[in-house]
């Protein structure tokens, strides 16, 4: 029989702070129902400046990581749209706090939000080919558009830590995929900007169209119809846009079968809608949600869209193993979750404006608020200095 490969563990951290959208919203005069029903996003990730997307990785890894993978993982894959360096990957920083072995390959993947995507069908075709190695694949970044823009609601940030290997605890990926890629102005970030430019009603739509392309390509290459699929998961960069790509298919399933896509649906979206978007990180996120939240049974097969702007996008599946519910800590994500900090507007606007500036200048950050065990403690002589607490 095949060797089976897939997702073996999953990891998540996002910073201690949030925003509220009902006082962005009340803040910025729209209504609330707008944030909250039309774009679908309850809650923020808010990024102090002691966290970028290297130490969010590595505090994301470490829940998931047991000392005797270490020699075993053979690559991480770095998933990015937020890197902090032009040259250097966010892969090697990640490897080094890791106390991985020097015998890994460290790389950044960057299409957009599709990067930790093509880290995980490069990863499990790796394993295939390795079935021993073990690759960590990360999808970790800040979604910024600035403030008072349209996009500012679907703002966000954080880290998915994923382990792929042989005989994988979670869910075991299928071979055949379809992908689709065309060049697109929907959505990109040149050389000088922190904030990303977007034509956002545009992006949605290429959105949609790409998800409509890789659709019907996986079915014809698969012969599978929507009455093979449990669950469809898609990329969140607001949970309205999965709702709307979950609506184009819908029709082709029975009636029975459109409820229950749909319960798995709302499972899917529960934790996404408390964090916003985090770009590479947010279909994982939405797995996770789904394991979460969702009445799965081994066996099951989940359907995944990733959409990453500019653009790519790929459907791919995997088959749920009976030990899923234990490549997670459920219990120690929803403290994540519930133990976060409310900040105000006026604390937000602040913050935003704090990540580490672009002119090279020594900063000494102040850490106290920040407990998570990587952090950011500053900039000297033009180097990031990175920190663990033990
Ligand atoms: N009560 C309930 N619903 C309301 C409402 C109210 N009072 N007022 C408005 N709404 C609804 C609208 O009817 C609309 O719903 P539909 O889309 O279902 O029609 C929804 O709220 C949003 O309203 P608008 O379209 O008017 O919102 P907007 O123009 O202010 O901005 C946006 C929406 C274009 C998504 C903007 O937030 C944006 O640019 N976001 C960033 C881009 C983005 O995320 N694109 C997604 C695809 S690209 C991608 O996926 C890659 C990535 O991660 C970036």
Known sequence: SELKVGIDRVGFYTPRLYLEMTDLALARGEDPAKYHVGIGQDKQAVIPPTQDVVTMAANAATQILRPEDRSRIKMVLFGTESGVDNSKATAVYLAHLLNLAADTRAIELKQACYGATAGLQLAADYVRAHPDALVLVIGADIAR????????????????????????????????????????????????????????????????????????????????????????????????????????????ASAAHQQELTAAFEASQLDNRNVGNLYTGSLYLSLLSLWRHGDLRAGDRIGCFSYGSGAEGEFYSGVLQPDYQRGFDDAALTTLLADRRAVSVAEYEELFQQQLPNNGQDVQLAVGADSAPYYLAGRQHQQRQYRHRM
């Open 145 to 252: 558009y600035g403030l008072r823009t349209p996009g500012e609601v679907t703002q966000g940030g954080g880290a998915v830590a994923m382990l792929v290997s042989a005989d994988p605890q979670i869910m075991a990926l299928d071979a055949q995929s379809a992908y689709h890629t065309a060049d697109v102005m929907d959505f990109w970030r040149p050389l000088d900007r922190t904030e990303a430019l977007v034509d956002g009603r545009y992006s949605t739509n290429v959105y949609l169209d790409f998800f409509k392309q890789t659709w019907t390509a996986y079915q014809q290459q698969t012969g599978r119809t929507i009455a093979d699929f449990a669950a469809l998961a898609f990329h969140l960069p607001f949970t309205k846009m999965g709702r709307k790509g979950l609506r184009q298919v819908l029709p082709e």
